[in-house]
Nanobody, 121 residues
Framework: QLVESGGGSVQTGGTLRLSCAASGLIFSDYALGWFRQSPGKEREFVAAVSRNGVILKYSDSVKGRFTISRDDAKKTVYLQMNSLKPEDTGVYYC????????????????WGQGTLVTVSS
């Protein structure tokens, strides 16, 4: 089970830190990813971290502003979001995968319920 938290409403330039707590799985066996979905759009890749935490991947739209990290002791993955823009608005989901293609949502096994991020101009 995955449970996201930390969403909310901020103004342009603001910051938020999302958390995703996992249970019922061997956390270190999985790569973890964050995706987001806006109304009328498909779920899109945001960031991912490999099982050992060494490989970090970001979409071009968030690179340099967002940072993904994981804490295996707490079974939690984080997404630090800085310099937020209105186009970052959406429901953010975390997911787990054991596949190599961390950017592909179709390769993820499980998802949380999502947390809403709203950035106003």
């Amino acid at each position: 089970q995955l449970v996201e938290s930390g969403g909310g409403s901020v103004q342009t330039g603001g910051t938020l830190r999302l958390s995703c707590a996992a249970s019922g799985l061997i956390f270190s066996d999985y790569a973890l990813g964050w995706f987001r979905q806006s109304p009328g759009k498909e779920r899109e890749f945001v960031a991912a971290v490999s099982r050992n935490g060494v490989i970090l991947k970001y979409s071009d739209s968030v690179k340099g502003r967002f940072t993904i990290s994981r804490d295996d002791a707490k079974k939690t993955v984080y997404l630090q979001m800085n310099s937020l823009k209105p186009e970052d608005t959406g429901v953010y989901y975390c997911g787990t995968t054991q596949a190599h293609g961390m950017r592909l949502s179709s390769l993820y096994d499980d998802w949380g319920q999502g947390t809403l991020v709203t950035v106003s101009s």
